[in-house]
């Protein structure tokens, strides 16, 4: 019997070819890559030319790994293949040598219907990982949540109990699909989450007990801090000048470049420098006559309109 021949992903023998690893570097683009592996200039820019819909040149990051293979003789080597790796389920595979040409290889996937249950020990991102869970579901869960459940003030002894759905490719967790269920217990306080698309709306959304709607006017947070570094207060002693003064605000410290939220949805009325000691600051009119304000901003994001 003929001897069996171990394949790569890309249809050729393991083993065939030398293979360089490396990845995108800064500033690089397709054909330069190319070229740096081997690719004449002008060959490299007929193969990006036939890219088309199947992958997206401009999209190459800084960082992003890329495999080469090349076939050798006593003299040099010649390139034959490269494979770009665009995600971890989607590589690129591109030829190199007599033929130029492009091709996409998806690894296999399974969906996974999971139920997870977890008890705060120490942290939630800790905990999770305990269980098993995939890190992502908490992002999912600070989404459902983030109306209702202030995710850092969680206390040793709170609870969340999930039904989701999760794509996994190779023993690896690719993505949270889908939470159609979850309950938390804490502070005294149970708030169960129900996915439900009503007929008459894009998008599903999660409904709590007695079929109220999760999302309410204004967010528990409106970013990811690390701790409160000053509280509402009408007789907080200021930290610099030692007088009582009140302070009509909650000061959340968090790294510059953090990104703030709105605390729901509303109209701007301000956005610049504030004089008075906000620094950059940002003010928001809610409906019902309520107004918020968001100071010492280190810069404004762009929103692509002038």
């Known amino acids: 019997e003929p001897a069996q021949v171990e394949m790569t992903p890309w249809g050729f023998p393991v083993g065939l070819y030398a293979c360089d690893s490396t990845s995108v570097k800064s500033g690089e683009v397709f054909t330069t890559l190319m070229s740096r ?7 490299a820019h007929e193969l990006a030319s036939l890219c088309d819909t199947l992958f997206d040149v401009r999209k190459m990051r800084e960082g992003d ?7 050798t003789d006593s003299v040099s080597r010649h390139l034959e293949y490269v494979v770009y790796s665009q995600s971890r389920v989607r590589s690129t595979l591109f030829r190199c040598g007599d033929t130029l040409s492009v091709r996409n290889f998806d690894k296999p996937v399974t969906i996974e219907r999971k139920y997870t249950d977890v008890t705060i020990r120490s942290s939630l991102w800790g905990d999770m990982l305990k269980v098993g869970a995939s890190p992502e579901l908490i992002m999912n869960l600070a989404d459902i949540y983030q109306w209702s459940v ?3 003030t969680l206390q040793e002894g709170d609870r969340f ?8 490719c190779e023993d690896e967790v690719i993505s949270i699909d889908t939470v159609f269920f979850s309950l938390f217990s804490g502070g005294g306080k149970e708030v169960p989450a129900v996915r439900f698309q009503k007929p008459d709306e894009e998008r599903a959304a999660y409904w709590g007990k007695d079929g109220e709607s999760l999302k309410r006017m204004f967010l528990k947070a409106p970013l990811k801090y690390n701790r409160i570094s000053s509280k509402f207060s009408y007789h907080r002693v200021h930290p610099v000048t030692g007088k009582v003064k009140a302070h009509t605000a909650v000061d959340y410290a968090a790294p510059t470049g953090t990104p ?7 109209t701007i009325t301000l956005c ?13 009119k809610h409906m019902q ?13 762009y929103h692509g309109k002038q």
């Open 150 to 152: 202030n995710f850092f």
């Open 260 to 266: 703030v939220h709105a605390i729901g949805d509303g």
């Open 161 to 168: 109990r999930v039904i989701y759905s999760q794509t996994v």
């Open 289 to 301: 006559g309520y107004e918020s304000c968001y100071m010492h901003l280190s810069k404004f994001a």
């Open 37 to 43: 592996l081997g690719l004449d200039n002008s060959r």
């Open 65 to 71: 790994p890329v495999e080469a293979f090349y076939s």
């Open 272 to 284: 610049g420098w504030d004089g008075s000691g906000g620094g950059n600051r940002i003010r928001m």
